[in-house]
C-alpha cells in the first residue's frame, strides 16, 4: 500500500523548508561557520606541481578499481558538522534505516526494479591523503537485493559515492572550528533517487548543504594541460575536445589531436629545460601562462584548417586515456598514478563554489 499522494507533497514541502533552512544557514549570521572568511573571491592556483603516485601499495585495490572504472556525478559540500570518521559503522546503520524508511512512506528507492531491504556500508579510503591537513576520504557503498532473487544471491552495489579533500587550502582549513569536517569533494554514481536519499541524510545529519559542481572551461584547460604533460609517462593516445559554439542552432565540434602532436605543442610552450637539481624541481611546475599558450595553440592550429574560432565557443568536454571530464560535472579517472592530481584540482573547484 503506497502512501497517499498528498502526504508525499507534504513530505517534500518539509524536506524542502529544511533544506532551505539550512542553505540560509550556511549563509546568514545564523551559522556555525558565521565567522568563516568567504572563499568564493579566490580563483584557482595560477601554478601547480606536477607528479604521478603509484599509490596501488597504499590504496585498498577495490577501493581503487571502483575510483578508476566509474564515471562520477561531482558535487560540492559545505562541512560537515560533528562528523566523526570513528562513527562510520553507526552512519551505515543509520543511512540504511533512513532509506529503508523513505521506502515505506511510498517514495521511489527502487533500483533497477523491485529490491529487498537496503545494506548501507560506510568505509574510508587509506592512503589516498596528500597532507596532514586533509581529512581522510570516506567512501559509501550500498547494496540490493532483487525480490525475486536465489536465497544464496548476494547482494549487488547499486550506488556507490564518497567524499574527499585533497590537498585542500590550508588557509581555510585552519579557519574552521574544530567540530567542522571539510570533505568538500562529492561523487555519486548510481540512481539519481538514491542520490538525493543520501544527500538529505547527509544535509539532516550534519547540518551541510550540496551543491552542483560544473568543472569549467578553466579547469578543463587545466585538465587537458595536466593530462598533456604526463604522455611520457602514460601515453594519453588521444587528446579529445568538445567545443559548443554559439550559433543556431548550436554547433557542437569535436577536435581530437594526434597525443605525439599534442606533447610537441606542450614542449614548445613550455619553459625551457633547466640544468641544476632545484631548478629542475621548478620546472615541474606548470603555470597558467603554459596552460593558456597550449589551448591558443591548438586553437590557432584548428582556426588555419577549418576556419573556426573556437575561442568564440566554450570548451565543454575533455578526455585522453588518463580520464574525461565535462562541463555538466561528469569525471571518470582511468589511470590510478593521475587521480590525486585530478582530485586535487577538483578539491580546489568545490572549494572555490561553496557559497562560505
Known sequence: V??????????????????????????????????????????????????????????????????????????????????????????????????????????????????????????????????????????????????????????????????????????YLHSLPKDFTCLPLFGSHGAENLTSLVKSWFQQTFDCCFGPLEINQTCLQWLAALWTNCHIESSIQHLKMIWTLPVEPPLQITYTVNPQNAWELWNSVRTPSLESREEEETARSIDIEEVTRFMQGLMSHFYRHFRLDLSAGRLSQVSSALGSAKFSGRVKMSNSRYILTTLSLLTECALLKMPI
Open 2 to 171: 503506497r502512501t497517499p499522494i498528498d502526504s508525499i507533497v507534504a513530505q517534500r514541502r518539509s524536506k524542502n523548508k529544511s533544506y532551505r533552512q539550512s542553505y540560509r544557514s550556511c549563509l546568514g549570521a545564523a551559522s556555525r561557520l558565521g565567522h568563516t572568511p568567504g572563499w568564493t573571491a579566490r580563483r584557482l592556483n595560477t601554478s601547480r606541481r606536477t607528479k604521478s603516485h603509484n599509490i596501488t601499495e597504499k590504496v585498498n585495490p577495490e577501493d581503487l578499481a571502483l575510483l578508476v572504472k566509474t564515471e562520477w556525478q561531482l558535487s560540492y559540500v559545505t562541512p560537515l558538522y560533528q562528523f566523526r570518521h570513528t562513527q562510520l559503522r553507526s552512519y551505515s546503520r543509520q543511512l540504511s534505516a533512513f532509506i529503508t524508511a523513505e521506502k515505506q512512506q511510498g517514495l521511489a528507492v527502487e533500483v533497477e526494479g523491485a529490491q529487498t531491504s537496503f545494506r548501507v556500508s560506510f568505509s574510508v579510503v587509506q592512503g589516498l591523503g596528500e597532507t596532514d591537513d586533509d581529512a581522510e576520504t570516506v567512501l559509501v557503498q550500498i547494496h540490493s537485493k532483487p525480490v525475486f532473487a536465489g536465497k544464496d544471491e548476494a547482494q549487488k552495489l547499486v550506488w556507490s559515492g564518497w567524499l574527499t579533500c585533497i590537498n585542500g587550502n590550508p588557509e
